[in-house]
């Protein structure tokens, strides 16, 4: 059996990662929270959600979920909000 490999952030996948990365990293402004703390929250390793957060690994859509839930939000407010930026 292959050790898990995170996906790499693909031409498809980097437009919508880049869009919702920098509205991720202001709410965690506004909650005044770290990545650290982020990561912690939805059961990351720090340095894997700083990967992904850098784009490059893909977010999948169940991260973005536990994301958005620890930060008391939804994906689609998250995607709305970037799409307004």
Do not use: C, H
Request: hydrophobic share 45%.
């Amino acid at each position: 059996m292959r050790p898990y490999a995170p996906a790499m952030a693909s031409a498809e996948t980097r437009p919508y990662q880049n869009r919702l990365v920098p509205e991720i990293l202001a709410e965690l402004g506004r909650r005044s929270w770290s990545k650290a703390q982020l990561a912690e929250a939805v059961g990351m390793v720090p340095n894997t959600l700083n990967r992904k957060l850098r784009g490059e690994f893909a977010l999948d859509v169940d991260e973005l979920a536990r994301i958005a839930a620890a930060l008391e939000t939804t994906v689609g407010a998250l995607t709305s909000r970037a799409d307004q930026s």
